[in-house]
């Protein structure tokens, strides 16, 4: 605020305004910006801090401290928890997690992927837990959310709550454990949404990752073996047609016949005296024509014309 006539600058909250005697005589000269922190000069200026000491000497004659002050510097635990709990490191210890406990769901037994998808998962809350942004709550969410999803998938399929509101109770847990607050509401938090979604996105990383790199071992997995199916191969699929067709027709294999209708491409066939029903070979067959049986197929009799 500006005072008029004197043109001396103050600054002040609306409600310090209020208190002043003599508030008519200030107006608005705009706000101070504080989304990037403010200086030593800025803070002495806007009488926040009395003045501004160049060294640590100012501060001893200052405070009239006759002994000299200790240095206090991080120790390597400090170092080691502020590294963890970096964006990148604690994005890249949420990616290498989910993707070994993925890959721990697709092997058999409990083995190195589990114990790694651990560790990793124990480091992030450990570092965010003494660096400041979780607690116990962040650990309760992300530990129910995975019961939740596990009850889902493997105790009851189908019913959609346990594994919608597991997946956002991890969700939450990730993003809460990545920040001090829950709805950014200053420029600062702002600022750290996207290191939180940074976080957040290495860890959906990880669990797409595995599932693209390794499809095919899902289905060997102890745990996904209740809810997916093995794909049979072609000598699988064979023999199941042949247990399931009611006529075995394996005979018929090579012998020749005659078209009583259109083949278009199904109809039917004289062989001997059997009327047999068969496919032509992709072909359109007219009544009359001569043909071969090529191969049966379970209850499919696929047949060729003989030119």
């Not at 018929?252 to 009327?275: C, H, I, M, N, Y």
Request: hydrophobic share 50%; net charge negative; glycine share 10%.
């Amino acid at each position: 605020y500006r005072q008029e006539g004197t043109g001396a600058v103050r600054y002040l909250a609306a409600d310090e305004l209020a208190e002043q005697t003599d508030a008519d005589d200030w107006r608005a000269a705009g706000d101070l910006p504080t989304a990037a922190g403010l200086r030593g000069p800025q803070v002495v200026e806007t009488g926040l801090a009395a003045r501004q000491a160049a060294n640590l000497a100012e501060v001893q004659a200052a405070f009239q401290i006759a002994e000299g002050l200790p240095a206090v510097r991080p120790n390597w635990a400090h170092r080691l928890i502020e590294f963890l709990a970096s964006p990148r490191v604690a994005g890249t210890l949420l990616f290498i997690g989910w993707f070994a406990l993925m890959f721990e769901f697709m092997s058999p037994g409990l083995g190195f992927p589990g114990f790694l998808s651990a560790v990793c998962f124990l480091l992030f809350f450990w570092s965010s837990v003494l660096h400041g942004t979780a607690g116990w709550l962040e650990i309760l969410l992300f530990v129910a959310g995975i019961v939740f999803v596990a009850l889902e998938v493997f105790v009851l399929p189908g019913l959609g709550a346990f594994g919608i509101g597991g997946a956002a109770m991890i969700v939450a847990s990730i993003i809460l454990a990545s920040q001090t607050f829950v709805i950014p509401r200053n420029p600062y938090e702002w600022s750290q949404v996207p290191n939180s979604l940074l976080v957040l996105s290495a860890a959906g990383a990880g669990m797409i990752l595995s599932l693209l790199c390794m499809p095919r071992l899902l289905t060997q997995a102890p745990l996904f073996r209740r809810i997916a199916l093995k794909s049979p191969d072609a000598a699988e699929m064979e023999a199941i047609r042949y247990q399931e067709s009611l006529v075995h027709w394996d005979y018929l294999v090579g012998k020749r016949g005659v078209t009583v209708t259109p083949l278009t491409p199904s109809g039917k066939a004289q062989f001997g005296d059997e009327l047999v029903d068969v496919i032509s070979d992709g072909e359109l067959v007219p009544a009359g024509a001569d043909i071969r049986v090529a191969e049966v197929r379970g209850n499919e009799v696929v047949v060729r014309t003989l030119t």
